[in-house]
């Protein structure tokens, strides 16, 4: 299948930089740093996720603590081996970046005229894995589904997505190959990880929370599962 990337994995978030930036990797003589992005979530906790970003897009004072910006980029993956160990790590790789004013109340009601979201993702790709439907102590219907999303050059970016409520009840009856199109958000959470030795090892995971999830059928059909919008918390 001919894909476009552009079209299967794009988001565009809007939050404040926090920490400091750091290097990431170079290319062809093109330097990368990674930084992090506080984005609030209604419920007044915040997301920070880690933003990957080309010293091209920027300046110097662009990644300063406090900084509000939009990016616009993709949610990718990659493996990172440590001590014999294969582990998925993710970030949003930046197509854009501009720094938002805040005292400038012109610019701040243009993003409001554009519908500008602070936290959306689009993703087009394939189940890969059988997805895991359960439920927590409290009754919450959940399911835990890992997407293959095509890139350019026949790669691709393996994101775990969460779906919730009726859309987990749905998702727990997909079957590995589905192609599907998902609207969510970039969400981070703790969890702890235990050791062999009795260590335990604080880390960060990052997903998308789903809030909308089609199911795309061979004939250039489409079947949308309704649209059930949770926050996790």
């Known amino acids: 299948m001919d894909t476009n990337d552009l079209e299967n994995n794009y988001l565009t978030l809007v939050g404040k930089v926090t920490g400091e930036k750091r290097f990431s990797h170079e ?89 500008i979201v602070t936290n959306e993702v689009v993703l087009i790709g394939y189940i890969c894995k059988k997805p895991i439907y359960r439920q927590t102590p409290f009754g919450r219907e959940i399911s835990d589904i890992l997407l293959a999303v095509n890139r350019a050059y026949n790669k691709s970016d393996y994101i775990p997505c969460i779906a919730w409520g009726r859309n987990a009840r749905f998702c727990q009856n997909l079957e590995v190959g589905s192609q599907v199109k998902i609207v969510g958000r970039v969400q981070s959470r703790t969890y ?20 909308s999830l089609e199911v795309i059928e061979e004939k250039n059909t489409e079947k949308e599962v309704e649209t059930e919008n949770q926050e996790a918390v």
């Open 27 to 115: 290319i062809y003589g093109e330097r990368f740093y990674i930084f992090n992005l506080e984005i609030p979530r209604l419920s007044g906790n915040s997301d920070i996720i880690p933003i990957t970003v080309s010293e091209r897009l920027i300046q110097e004072e662009t990644l300063q603590e406090g900084k509000k910006l939009l990016v616009k980029g993709q949610f990718r993956s990659y493996n990172s081996y440590e001590n014999e160990k294969n582990r998925l790590i993710l970030t949003v790789f930046t197509k854009d970046i501009v720094e938002l004013k805040e005292e400038d109340e012109e610019e701040e009601n243009e993003i409001v005229k554009k519908d």
């Open 192 to 211: 702890e990880k235990k050791h062999e030795d009795g260590t335990v090892e604080t880390r960060v995971a990052y997903e998308v929370s789903i809030g």
